[in-house]
């Protein structure tokens, strides 16, 4: 396998598998990860069949506390050289907080902050070595406002856009850009994983595909574009949050995140 590569967290489904089928296409080598390994060895024959690229994977469950730097180890060992970086893994859930099961909120910590800002300090002095090199952080629109229903994972997602947007500012005179970006409602397993089936956020506003997400996302990463988020409707959030009371979009997120009757 040649040693530059674009190491995709999360790349058993949705966005994730479309970033990879997307850096394929655009000729990058591959280097997967997700829990589930029958799906990434399924992605890696059928993209090493497509596409003129070498792919390889490595199953872990990065919420787990060492699993970045198990997979530093195994960059480093296979001589790897990670130019693009997608911190794209992470899970959601759904209900009133004091209701939900603790261990699901700390294991979504644990992979949406802890594991993203840890993999991201483990690659970077590196990264900052070569002449161009890329970092793409996965969030959302939902980390422009709080989200009532979805409390921790709204918060999760503030911290990845603060924190890409701090170090894209400290890593402005190096080759490395950092961009974060923030999809609304997409076509994937993350509703269904986070139990989001039961609210009215995917029948009220657009729902992209993972693939429309993905190649918007290539493209902006590319660019060295700082924040990107997909979609008309979901650019006017920002502006819309930031020209409110909080209180009125706190009522104003609650009432979209709402159960379905």
Same mark, same amino acid.
Request: aromatic share 2%; proline share 8%; net charge positive.
């Given at each position: 396998m040649k040693p530059n590569i674009a /190491? %995709?967290?999360? &790349?058993?489904?949705? %966005?994730?598998?479309?970033? &990879?089928?997307?850096c394929a296409r655009n000729g990058?080598? /591959?280097? /997967?990860?997700?829990?589930?390994?029958?799906r990434l060895l399924e992605l890696k024959k059928e993209l090493e069949a497509e596409f003129d690229v070498d792919v390889i994977f490595y199953t872990i469950d990065l919420a787990d506390y060492d699993a970045p730097e198990k997979l530093f180890e195994f960059v480093r060992k296979n001589s790897f050289s990670v130019q693009i970086l997608v911190n794209n893994a992470g899970v959601g859930d759904y209900g009133f907080f004091h209701e939900s099961d603790w261990k699901r909120q700390a294991a979504m910590l644990d992979l949406n902050i802890r594991a993203l800002t840890h993999l991201t300090h483990l690659f970077l002095p590196e990264m900052i070595k070569q002449d161009r090199a890329y970092i793409l952080n996965v969030a959302?629109?939902? &980390?422009? !406002?709080? #989200?009532?229903m979805m409390s921790v994972y709204y918060a999760t997602k503030s911290y990845v856009l603060s924190f890409g947007e701090a170090i894209a500012n400290e890593l !402005?005179?190096?080759?490395?850009?950092? *961009? *974060? /970006?923030?999809? #609304?409602?997409?076509e994937s397993e993350f509703q269904k994983e986070a139990n989001m089936e039961k609210s009215k956020l995917f029948d009220r506003f657009p729902v992209a595909t993972s693939l429309d997400v993905a190649e918007y996302g290539f493209k902006a990463m590319m660019k060295g574009k700082r924040v990107a988020i997909y979609g008309l409707i979901n650019k006017m959030v920002p502006r819309a949050v930031a020209i409110s009371p909080r209180n009125f979009v706190t009522k104003v997120s609650r009432f979209i995140q709402q159960r379905k009757d």
């Open positions: /190491l %995709i967290t999360g &790349a058993s489904s949705g %966005i994730g598998m479309e970033l &990879a089928r997307v990058h080598n /591959l280097l /997967l990860t997700a829990r589930r390994e029958k959302s629109t939902a &980390a422009f !406002q709080p #989200g009532p !402005q005179d190096t080759g490395v850009s950092v *961009t *974060t /970006l923030c999809p #609304g409602p997409t």
